[in-house]
T-cell receptor, first 113, second 114 residues
Framework: NAGVTQTPKFRILKIGQSMTLQCTQDMNHNYMYWYRQDPGMGLKLIYYSVGAGITDKGEVPNGYNVSRSTTEDFPLRLELAAPSQTSVYFC????????????FGPGTRLLVL | GNSVTQMEGPVTLSEEAFLTINCTYTATGYPSLFWYVQYPGEGLQLLLKATKADDKGSNKGFEATYRKETTSFHLEKGSVQVSDSAVYFCALSNYGGATNKLIFGTGTLLAVQP
């Protein structure tokens, strides 16, 4: 099993550009999450999904959108990139609420200039 | 609301030294508590967890005990190695709606010198 995979590993965007961060998991997990990690700030939850077709906002959703058309994929969309979105983005998944362990991808480093 | 506070780093130790990284939490109800580790250039990995008061989580020589009376979950290891150099995150589960969301502390960088 590959676990949770994310692409790209690194990207530079200009202000106002858009992009999609890809996340795929092959563990048949129902729950998926997007976090951003800023230096010295820990991880903040952006969006999460409890299954295909169901998504909800986390702590810091502004400027982002998500979709969940399949169990495996949970892409994160930035429509109008801003310097404040410079961060490292992590996707994670978990099997159920009874198993709270989350499994993380390797991250995408995004720089907005 | 629920929150996690952990000691600021960096923590610099010599190989075979004793490690303690402090973590305290604020929560309503009875959350589960976690330590995650992030090695350089990688995503977070679960190190250990405890789901109720007085439980001890352990893995790879690391231990942490869920102390409800002091709202703490301090991470300890008796003898650190250079390979333990990483960022350590304390977290609690925050059940809200249909899923358990994790609330993370800010992370503590551990650097172990040979």
């Amino acid at each position: 099993n590959a676990g949770v995979t994310q692409t790209p590993k690194f990207r530079i965007l200009k202000i106002g550009q858009s992009m999609t961060l890809q996340c795929t998991q092959d563990m048949n997990h129902n729950y998926m999450y997007w976090y951003r990690q800023d230096p010295g700030m820990g991880l903040k939850l952006i969006y999460y999904s409890v299954g295909a077709g169901i998504t909800d906002k986390g702590e810091v959703p502004n400027g982002y959108n998500v979709s969940r058309s399949t169990t495996e994929d949970f892409p994160l969309r930035l429509e109008l990139a801003a310097p404040s979105q410079t961060s490292v983005y992590f996707c994670a998944s978990s099997y159920s609420t009874s198993d709270e362990t989350q499994y993380f991808g390797p991250g995408t480093r995004l720089l907005v200039l | 609301g629920n929150s996690v506070t952990q000691m600021e780093g960096p923590v610099t130790l010599s190989e075979e030294a004793f490690l303690t990284i402090n973590c305290t939490y604020t929560a309503t109800g009875y959350p589960s508590l976690f330590w995650y580790v992030q090695y350089p250039g990688e995503g977070l990995q679960l190190l250990l967890k405890a789901t109720k008061a007085d439980d001890k989580g352990s893995n790879k020589g690391f231990e942490a005990t869920y102390r409800k009376e002091t709202t703490s979950f301090h991470l300890e290891k008796g003898s650190v190695q250079v390979s333990d150099s990483a960022v350590y995150f304390c977290a609690l589960s925050n059940y809200g709606g249909a899923t358990n969301k994790l609330i993370f502390g800010t992370g503590t960088l551990l650097a172990v010198q040979p």
